[in-house]
């Protein structure tokens, strides 16, 4: 089984809009494990683990972000995996 893991910095208008739970969310419908966080210079950071493509969709899906966000730059790095099991929120 082939992992992929990513740590993903977005910012923007990404904190106070329920960013981390709508991550969370679409992370578990992926099938997907790590967690979201949200930093103190107003980006989220976000742990992601999976199968290639859902990481990918997750990826897609980060750079819109949800309902009320404005995503201003997605900036992703290969990470090695934590095998992770759920996906969560955090701080």
Not at 28 to 57: I, K, T
Not at 61 to 76: D, K, Q, S, T, Y
């Amino acid at each position: 089984m082939d992992v992929c893991a990513r740590c993903v910095l977005v910012s923007g208008v990404v904190q106070g809009v329920g960013f981390r739970y709508y991550t969370r969310k679409r992370a578990s419908e992926l099938g997907l494990s790590g967690w979201v966080r949200n930093l103190a210079d107003g980006r989220v950071e976000v742990w992601v683990e999976g199968q290639p493509a859902p990481v990918e969709q997750l990826l897609e899906w980060l750079r819109r972000g949800p309902p009320g966000a404005r995503v201003g730059g997605c900036e992703a790095r290969e990470v090695p995996p934590a095998a992770l099991e759920r996906f969560e929120v955090r701080g």
